[in-house]
């Protein structure tokens, strides 16, 4: 059976990102690439982080996917060849992130604003009164963050 690039994106939105299960991997953005020609589907996945310790398990989650699909012909690979960055999640993406708890991260421009992680608004009050407590998270990908407003500890998706 032949698949188009928008059967695969569609079967792949169902694949969740394992440490935040309200967002799956297309609108994180590390589903960075789609190719289908005749039965051949080729996707290209590109982690958050270098390290990222999830990113076996999510190939493999991809590869069962497309497999309870009957995607027969297919190549899953991972690659840096284009580094992934928090600009490239979705709005429903972001939408999910807020909705495990996370607060959101700032557009990334570049190194130079090394800031970009100092600021976060709760996602339990919205309120702006922040402060960083520690870069680093549980994961690479997050920081610890308390808001003086509703007193409350939480976790930010850093901007990459």
């Known amino acids: 059976m032949n698949f188009t690039k928008e059967d695969i994106l569609k079967i792949l939105e169902e694949v969740v990102d394992p440490e935040i299960p309200t967002v799956s991997l ?3 953005g590390v589903i960075t690439n789609i190719e289908t020609k005749d039965d051949f589907v080729k996707i290209t996945m590109t982690p958050t982080f270098s390290g990222c310790p999830a990113m076996d ?3 493999q989650d991809v590869i069962d996917t497309l497999d309870r699909y009957g995607v027969e012909n ?4 991972i690659t840096f060849d284009e580094p992934w960055s928090s600009n490239k999640i979705t ?4 939408e999910g992130l807020k ?7 700032q557009k990334y421009i570049s190194p130079e ?4 992680i100092q600021y976060a608004t709760c ?3 919205d309120g702006d009164n922040t402060e960083l407590r520690s870069p680093f998270g549980p994961t ?3 920081a610890f963050h308390f808001c003086n407003d509703c007193n409350m500890m939480f976790e930010q998706f850093k901007a990459l």
């Not at 909705?99 to 991260?105: I, R």
């Open 74 to 77: 297919k190549e899953v690979e």
């Open 123 to 125: 996602p339990h009050c």
């Open 113 to 116: 604003e090394i800031n970009y």
């Open 91 to 94: 709005e429903k993406g972001l």
């Open 57 to 59: 398990y999510m190939k």
């Open 99 to 105: 909705k495990h708890g996370l607060a959101l991260p």
């Open 140 to 142: 690479l990908c997050r």
């Open 26 to 28: 297309v609108d994180l």
